[in-house]
């Protein structure tokens, strides 16, 4: 037996990553992140070699760790995990104070956090594994749950339906698919998808409203991405 879904049997907790170096502030939702030794208590985390913020963790020599809330805003998973550094200032407009190290932490949707200091780094291939020693920490919402993976994926994440049927006449190869009113249309982005049954009451636009009625400053619910980059779904 070989079979990839056993890897759906590990759990994770998800979390806000970040590091800033010369004035340059970055962070992304990473899933790797575990306390590795208790004296000295020590964190690792694996992060991406394409994510930004690897740059500034590595220049810096240091990281910070958000522990989120499962209530979590999606529109903050949407800024720091589906959106670069590179293109967009991710902490305009969100609430995070400056560690001791100059680290931006994340306080929003944030029950606890972590400032490390990068002890030892190992290059996986596609990530690095960094392992920092905890220098600083907080605990803010003794009384609240931390977001798991799972937990995102089946029910923050599920407001998009999955493998919805779709409402769009295939045409014969090549030619383009004509979307309807009823047409539902994917965020390239993040994958979210707008039902025009269900509209998006987050933004006050009510059931029945079709895709191409929706306001031109709608932005996906899960990811801030604007209407251009949504395409009709096909099945
Ligand atoms: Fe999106």
Known sequence: ????????????????????????????????????????????????????????????????????????????????????????????????????????????????????????????????????????KDLLKASKSPLTYAYYQTELKGRAPKNAPTYIEKKESGIPVEATAASKYKCLVCGHVYDPAEGDEDSGIPPGTAFEDLPDDWVCPLCGAEKSDFEPLED
């Open 1 to 136: 037996m070989d079979s990839m879904e056993a890897f759906y049997k590990v759990t994770y907790g998800l979390y806000i990553i970040t590091a800033s170096h010369e004035g340059k502030q970055g962070g992304y939702v990473g899933n790797t992140v575990f306390q590795v030794t208790a004296d000295p208590p020590q964190f690792a985390i694996s992060c991406s070699k394409d994510n930004a913020s690897l740059s500034l963790i590595k220049k810096s020599g240091y990281f910070a760790v958000s522990v989120l809330d499962k209530q979590t805003k999606i529109d903050l998973i949407g800024t720091f995990g589906y959106k670069s550094s590179r293109d967009i200032e991710k902490f305009e407009g969100v609430d995070y104070i400056k560690g001791s190290s100059g680290c931006p932490i994340v306080l929003e949707d944030c029950l606890a956090w972590f400032e490390c200091k990068v002890t030892q780094a190992h290059d996986l291939g596609s990530h690095l594994l960094f392992i920092g020693e905890i220098i600083n």
